[in-house]
């Protein structure tokens, strides 16, 4: 089993950039591919992206496409969200989550990820 914790949300200004991290427990965090969501009140958790297990491939929404990037370092045990020209919309709790092994079933499955963290908040103020 793996274990998330995030960090790095905060209050920005529009146009701004953050840099979420999530840490992950366990000696296996290379067998899990890696994806962040987002849920803002009164909306279903969205898919953000996605990284497969040893980094090279990485999926992002589209509407976050050219602006965020999805990144890990499994030396350290951890994934990275690279937010620039954050946008109002942008507002929303983000999660880390895990699946042990590939993208069976697509990316983008919130319901295929079995390890959330808890969640950190990011608001972008207009």
């Known amino acids: 089993q793996v274990q998330l914790v995030e960090s790095g949300g905060g209050l920005v200004q529009a146009g701004g950039s953050l840099r979420l991290s999530c840490a992950a427990s366990g000696r296996t965090f290379s067998s899990y591919s890696m994806g962040w969501f987002r849920q803002a009140p009164g909306k279903e958790r969205e898919f953000v992206a996605a990284i497969s297990r040893a980094g090279i491939t990485a999926v992002h929404a589209d509407s976050v496409k050219g602006r965020f990037t999805i990144s890990r370092d499994n030396a350290k045990n951890t994934v990275y969200l690279q937010m620039n020209s954050l946008k109002p919309e942008d507002t929303a709790v983000y999660f880390c989550?895990?699946?042990?092994?590939?993208?069976?079933?697509?990316?983008?499955?919130?319901?295929?990820?079995?390890?959330w963290g808890q969640g950190t908040q990011v608001t972008v103020s207009s």
């Open positions: 989550a895990g699946r042990l092994g590939g993208w069976e079933g697509g990316p983008m499955a919130t319901r295929l990820y079995g390890y």
